[in-house]
């Protein structure tokens, strides 16, 4: 003697209720999969940038020459 029992009414929502639930989990690696696919075509944008901006000086900056300092008795 079956303590419960499962109405069609109760099998059509717990099918429903799985099937939302694959879709979500699917849903969910794409969305996944695309966000890593554009965060590193960002970082490979953002490399070619730092390369592409790297600046070299015109020519090496000549050292300070110290002046003598003047000693004045007065």
Do not use: D, K, N
Not at 16 to 38: D, K, N, P, Q
Request: aromatic residues 2%; positive net charge; glycine residues 6%.
């Amino acid at each position: 003697m079956p303590i419960a029992r499962i109405t069609g009414q109760g099998l059509v929502a717990i099918a429903l209720s799985v099937a939302l639930l694959w879709t979500c989990l699917i849903g969910e690696r794409l969305i996944v999969r695309h966000a890593s696919a554009r965060q590193a075509q960002l970082m490979r944008e953002l490399h070619q940038l730092q390369r592409s901006r790297h600046t070299e000086p015109v020519s090496i900056p000549t050292p300070a020459v110290p002046r003598p300092t003047h000693i004045t008795v007065g």
